[in-house]
Structure formats: structure tokens, C-alpha cells
């Protein structure tokens, strides 16, 4: 059950600084501790302001919405209108639409939206001139940092992963450790039906992402990870239009790394999601595991 979290006097105080005086405060943070997410109403527009639950997603909301997202057609992707460091504060535009997981959506338009979906994300990726020499380093560090992440989820998780499983997790981790180079882009870090927005407007639909806190370098394929244990699992329909929209089909070696980040991410989900009580996110590991563990044999 959700608590209500008020607003923090200092914050709303520097918002006034920016957007003029505030008429009404809502909170919007998600249903977890560390999300911290107000909606302002004010004379002439509605903004959000957002507490960053550490430094490090500071830093990756910052960047991305001041190098990637003004390049983001209009509307699509929030703004960064101002920023506060010591409160590791964000004030942020609105995008337009309803939160795709509030809709009622038919097959086709669930197709077209991850269609949607695809063109946004490999606007977002950026292209090769668009990532520095320092962005495609982070980019290979990224993936190798998962591949050894694999025993600090296997200690956090202990009996909660089978043997079993535990030899899976360990097997796709040294499979993804001897992969080459992989395709980097700038990735949005949480791209999911949770974090898109659709503006059903009179004359045309508005795709559009929020949620910016862990894009950062990395793989490219590692934005499919969300989808690939999530939305596309028994809709292959569904990617197959995602990657309609992102204009590429996945190389041999993007498919065999997307395995091998899904096991990793399922083994991380179960050592998060026990002690925190997400039993949604437990059972999308435990099924991702046992989707994909007979590759390990």
C-alpha cells in the first residue's frame, strides 16, 4: 500500500524559485521507498519536480536530459528546466499522454506501440557520431561490469536460486564475458510499458518516455532487456514490430548477448525482489530463468 509522501519544504521552496508560486503539490512517486516524484500545479503550466535517489542517478538524469533528451521530437521526452544539486533536485517538464499501463489497448494498437516505441528508442540510442570515445569505453565497461555482477547477485540472492539456476546465472555470465564488441548507444536504462506515455490526440497518436534516472552508455541491445522478459514473452509479434520501428534487426551477437543480459537481470530481480517484498518482479526472474536455463545444459 502506497503512503502519501509530502513535499519537502526546502524543495518546493527552490521549485517557486523557477516556476513562480505553486497552487497545488500531488504526488506522483511510484510505489516504492525511493521514488520521489511531485506534480506541481502553477499559474500558467504543470511541471514535476523529482528528488534523485542518489548521486549517481543525479548525474544520469542530468546528462541524458540535457544532451539526449532536447534532441527528442517535441513532447516526446521531458525537458530539464532546472536543476539543484545539493537536493539532488530535477524540475522537469510534463509530456503530454496517459501512462501506457492505464490504457486499455487492442493488439493492433499494442503492435503500433511498440512500433512507436522502437522509432523512439533508436533516436534515443544516438548514432555513431553521437557517442564520444569515452561513451563506447563506458559502453564496454558497462557490459563487463554485468557479466562479473553475476556472483554479488547469486550471494545476495543465496538459497532464493536453485542450484540449478545458479549454474544457468553463472554459465550465460562467462558466455556474455567472451562476447566481442557489441553495438553501444546512449541508453534510456528502464524502457518499459511503465515508463511510456501515449497522447491519443483528434488528429494523430504521440509517443513518449519518461524516466531518465539510469540511461547512461552502455550495450544497445541492453534497452531490450526490460521487453524481452516482460511485454514480448509469448508476443513475438510485439518485437517484431519494436524492431520494425527501430530500423534494424538484432546482429547474431545482440541476440546471444540479449540472452545472456536476461539471466543476469533475473538473477538480479530475485536478489532484489525477495527482501522488498516485489513479488511481481520475483516471478519475472524465477520465469525468465526457467524459460531459458535448458541453454545452460
Not at 159 to 182: K, N
Request: hydrophobic share 45%; proline share 6%.
Amino acid at each position: 500500500m502506497s503512503v502519501t509522501k509530502p513535499i519537502p519544504p526546502a524543495l518546493l521552496q527552490w521549485a517557486q524559485t523557477v516556476v513562480g508560486p505553486v497552487h497545488l503539490v500531488r504526488d506522483v512517486s511510484r510505489d516504492r521507498a525511493n521514488s520521489r516524484v511531485w506534480m506541481l500545479t502553477c499559474a500558467t503550466s504543470i511541471v514535476f519536480v523529482k528528488l534523485a535517489p542518489n548521486a549517481t542517478s543525479f548525474g544520469r538524469d542530468t546528462r541524458a536530459l540535457r544532451e539526449v533528451a532536447p534532441g527528442m521530437e517535441p513532447g516526446t521526452a521531458p525537458l530539464l528546466l532546472a536543476a539543484e544539486p545539493q537536493q539532488l533536485a530535477l524540475l522537469l517538464s510534463v509530456v503530454p499522454g496517459r501512462m501506457v499501463t492505464s490504457l486499455r489497448v487492442r493488439p493492433a494498437e499494442q503492435r503500433m506501440l511498440h512500433r512507436w516505441a522502437g522509432v523512439w528508442l533508436r533516436r534515443f540510442h544516438g548514432g555513431l557520431g553521437e557517442l564520444s570515445a569515452q561513451d563506447h569505453a563506458d559502453a564496454a565497461a558497462e557490459v563487463a561490469r554485468t557479466a562479473d555482477g553475476c556472483e554479488r547477485h547469486l550471494d545476495r540472492a543465496r538459497d532464493l536460486i536453485s542450484p540449478q539456476d545458479r549454474r544457468t546465472v553463472r554459465w550465460y555470465a562467462a558466455a556474455l564475458g567472451r562476447l566481442g564488441p557489441l553495438a553501444a548507444g546512449y541508453i534510456h536504462g528502464d524502457f518499459q510499458e511503465r515508463n511510456w506515455l501515449l497522447d491519443r490526440g483528434p488528429a494523430a497518436s504521440v509517443f513518449g518516455a519518461v524516466d531518465l534516472e539510469r540511461a547512461r552508455p552502455h550495450a544497445a541491445v541492453a534497452d531490450l532487456v526490460p521487453l524481452a522478459c516482460g511485454s514480448w514473452v509469448g508476443r513475438p509479434d510485439l518485437q517484431r514490430a519494436f524492431l520494425d520501428g527501430y530500423g534494424r534487426a538484432l546482429t547474431a551477437e545482440e541476440r546471444w548477448a540479449l540472452r545472456c543480459l536476461c539471466v543476469l537481470d533475473a538473477a538480479s530481480d530475485i536478489a532484489w525482489g525477495v527482501p522488498n517484498h516485489d513479488l511481481e518482479i520475483v516471478e519475472r526472474g524465477r520465469a525468465t530463468l526457467a524459460r531459458l536455463e535448458v541453454q545452460a545444459a
